[in-house]
């Protein structure tokens, strides 16, 4: 039984001020006019698993926002975390559910697990990747992932280390060859990403993997046991139809990553290399790589007035008819304006946003 699990409870504090408590980035259109980031994520999936297998697991307070934003799914595939237990908690509170909903053993189900913040265009070189990593995770024992081929130095990524001369461990007759995974490393130093890059034996970690559920409990059984008791413990809580129980036991949970709490650890891990456009939406800067520009290389949503200006993101959400919005000789900067909140970064620190998000709950400020 294939499922897709998408994470999509972050709050998208570095889209401030469009992204919002009640709205975050997930929801808001920033890749397509059309759609939502999250909209885009179901209708990827929807290529391969049916949407009644696919499920969206996000905070309790985006439960209702989600499901009356169209994204073509059943009500009750959104599913909600107790609280903030980061993607490890995350992804070990989605299989306990899985495991109880479908009553089936473990090795029965494979996972998919994509994220709401990226943008892919070419779906179909994606679910050719995705159609491999699912292939590999049901045949290996271990934890699958996909990998993306550096287009840039990119410090803001993890990546995935290949072996020297590494030879596919199946896929390799097909055209979609997949290889034992060396190392993860986490988010380098513009030194060390500028060596990964130039080697050609790093793939950028995209944060989608792929297993069938007994591998991730094995996999959590040696490399940290407290996850594997856990899932263990939600899934007698679900089939009891217990929620208090599985909050108290999602509770305890540490919070940290499943790149910290699983993956680097894991014994048996493997890496589908991905030859698609890809990005992480993480922050404001993201908008040059993913919307066009103008020729002077301004990406503008809303209508502003730019006059001698160069290499500018500026997005007026109201709308030129609701608020006027001009940038004049101004380089290198992102500019957004909604109805209550202004914007003003260059776009090198646009990570720092979340700094101002944090000043702004310090004041107790409503604009969030």
């Known amino acids: 039984m294939h499922v897709a699990v998408i994470m999509a409870g972050g709050s998208g504090q570095r889209f401030w001020p469009v992204s919002r408590h009640n709205h975050p980035k997930q929801l808001l259109r920033l890749t397509s006019p059309e759609q939502s980031l999250l909209q885009e994520a179901v209708g990827r999936m929807s290529g391969l698993i049916a949407p009644e297998r696919i499920f969206v697991i996000t905070a ?69 990747r995705v159609e491999a990593a699912m292939a590999a995770a049901d045949a290996l024992e271990g934890l699958v992932t996909i990998g993306i081929k550096p287009s840039r130095v990119e410090t803001g990524y993890g990546y ?95 919070d940290i990553s499943i790149d910290f709490a699983l993956l680097e650890n894991a014994k048996d891990v493997y890496v589908a290399p991905g030859r698609f456009q890809w990005d992480d939406v993480g922050s404001w800067d993201a908008l040059e790589r993913t919307l066009p520009s103008d020729p002077r290389g301004n990406v503008t949503l809303g209508d502003p007035i730019l006059v001698d200006t160069e290499d500018c993101i500026v997005y007026n959400a109201p709308g030129a008819k609701q608020m006027a919005v001009a940038v004049v000789g101004c380089r290198d900067l992102v500019v957004v304006t909604t109805e209550d909140g202004v914007l003003v970064v260059p776009k090198a620190q646009a990570q720092d946003v979340k700094k101002a998000v944090i000043a702004l709950k310090e004041r107790g400020s409503s604009q969030l």
């Open 160 to 254: 995935i280390e290949l072996p020297e001369n590494a030879e596919p461990v199946m896929g390799h007759q097909t055209g979609r060859p997949v290889y034992r995974a060396e190392q993860f490393w986490e988010k380098p130093t513009p030194e060390d990403a500028e060596r990964y890059v130039e080697s050609g034996r790093f793939l950028w970690n995209s944060g989608m993997f792929f297993w069938r559920i007994s591998s991730f409990l094995a996999e959590f059984e040696h490399a940290n046991p407290v996850y594997a008791d856990a899932l263990l413990d939600l899934m007698a809580a679900f089939g009891a139809d217990d929620q208090a129980r599985a909050d108290a036991v999602f509770a305890e949970l540490p």
């Open 60 to 128: 309790r307070h985006l439960v209702a926002p989600i499901r009356q934003a169209g994204i073509g799914l059943p009500d009750e595939n959104v599913i909600a975390e107790p609280c903030k237990r980061n993607t490890a908690g995350c992804l070990v509170y989605a299989a306990a559910y899985l495991m109880a909903k479908y009553d089936v053993p473990a090795e029965d189900i494979t996972m998919a697990v994509v994220t709401a913040d990226h943008q892919v265009p070419d779906h179909e070189l994606f679910l050719k």
